[in-house]
């Protein structure tokens, strides 16, 4: 079992930049892959990017490829989200996702664990 619990949401005026962090208590955590994903009102929980377990694989989405970046720190059992350059159109709940895999899923279906999300709104 694995808790996920985000942080570091908030509002920001377009172009400018935040940074999600996502801790993990419960098994080890360098076990799990992590996902980041997204879900504004109306539309379907978006991939938007993910990491390997020691962190040298990653993967983006192509609507956010360029300006975010995701890294994890398995000392302190964190996984971040580094986003820049945001657009209005990233304003979404933002939830991060374990699953003990060896490679990293690009859908939301895999994984296992999941965290309560946090609320980022991009104004324009």
């Known amino acids: 079992q694995v808790q996920l619990v985000e942080s570091g949401g908030g509002l920001v005026q377009a172009g400018g930049s935040l940074r999600l962090s996502c801790v993990a208590s419960?098994?080890?955590?360098?076990?799990?892959?992590m996902g980041w994903f997204r879900q504004a009102p109306g539309k379907e929980r978006e991939f938007v990017s993910g990491?390997?377990?020691?962190?040298?694989?990653?993967y983006y989405g192509d609507s956010v490829k360029g300006r975010f970046t995701i890294s994890r720190d398995n000392a302190k059992n964190t996984v971040y989200l580094q986003m820049n350059s945001l657009k209005p159109e990233d304003t979404a709940v933002y939830y991060c996702?374990?699953?003990?895999?060896?490679?990293?899923?690009?859908?939301?279906?895999?994984?296992?664990?999941w965290g309560q999300g946090t609320q980022v709104t991009v104004s324009s």
């Open positions: 996702a374990a699953e003990e895999s060896a490679t990293v899923p690009l859908r939301a279906t895999p994984y296992d664990y």
């Open positions: 419960g098994r080890t955590f360098s076990r799990y892959v």
């Open positions: 990491i390997s377990r020691n962190g040298i694989f990653t």
